[in-house]
T-cell receptor
Framework: AQSVTQLDSQVPVFEEAPVELRCNYS??????LFWYVQYPNQGLQLLLK??????LVKGINGFEAEFNKSQTSFHLRKPSVHISDTAEYFC??????????????FGKGTLLTVNP | EAGVAQSPRYKIIEKRQSVAFWCNPI?????LYWYQQILGQGPKLLIQ????????DSQLPKDRFSAERLKGVDSTLKIQPAKLEDSAVYLC???????????????FGPGTRLTVT
């Protein structure tokens, strides 16, 4: 079974500051990793994903994440945040099952609040 | 391309009443998921369908929750009778057939917010 730990439940930052949202995972098998964003009263939207290859992955809205296998981490970063980035961010993992039954396990989420 | 549709968006019921949620996945998506998201937590998978067959329902409280996906398209999730702890957002998601890439990518609907009083 897989598990995900998001180390910060809330992260307040000022506009144009850099931000890092931390995610650690646990799994005994190869995994795919994802970051989703959830704006108020909306569903989840995929920000970026790591499947294989380069450990630095870029996503939408200027976000990027780095996969670190030795530390079992997949931290999300953005060099300069905007007010519109205020949302809940979820890290998720699924077993790399080679094409069947991709069951996502989510962390508890990190609320990013960008202040002017 | 239309996204995943869900209705109703909000529902308030009293405990012991029943409630049903509806989901219409993205056209052509064979796999459909129902998640429960309790306030302050990440979504938790309740049930996964592939076409109209159940792939995983290990975390579905089967004494009160039921789900069906007739004809492999729309799906309904029912709770009967509801308890206070069922208050949550119920999210539906869909993805391509596992035989087609990228089947690991799930697309989520806006959710139904259920309040049980």
């Amino acid at each position: 079974a897989q598990s995900v730990t998001q180390l910060d439940s809330q992260v307040p930052v000022f506009e144009e500051a850099p931000v890092e949202l931390r995610c650690n995972y646990s799994s005994s098998v190869s995994v795919y990793l994802f970051w989703y964003v959830q704006y108020p009263n909306q569903g989840l939207q995929l920000l970026l994903k790591y499947l294989s290859g380069s450990t630095l992955v870029k996503g939408i809205n200027g976000f990027e994440a780095e996969f670190n296998k030795s530390q079992t981490s997949f931290h999300l970063r953005k060099p300069s945040v905007h007010i519109s980035d205020t949302a809940e961010y979820f890290c998720a993992v699924t077993r790399n099952s080679g094409g069947s039954n991709y069951k996502l396990t989510f962390g508890k989420g990190t609320l990013l609040t960008v202040n002017p | 391309e239309a996204g995943v549709a869900q209705s109703p968006r909000y529902k308030i019921i009293e405990k012991r009443q029943s409630v049903a949620f509806w989901c219409n996945p993205i056209s052509g998506h064979a796999t459909l998921y129902w998640y429960q998201q309790i306030l302050g937590q990440g979504p938790k998978l309740l049930i996964q369908f592939q076409n109209n067959g159940v792939v995983d329902d290990s975390q579905l409280p089967k004494d009160r929750f039921s789900a069906e996906r007739l004809k492999g398209v729309d799906s309904t999730l029912k709770i009967q009778p509801a308890k206070l702890e069922d208050s949550a957002v119920y999210l539906c998601a869909s993805s391509l057939d596992p035989g087609r890439r990228p089947s690991y990518e799930q697309y989520f609907g806006p959710g139904t917010r259920l309040t049980v009083t």
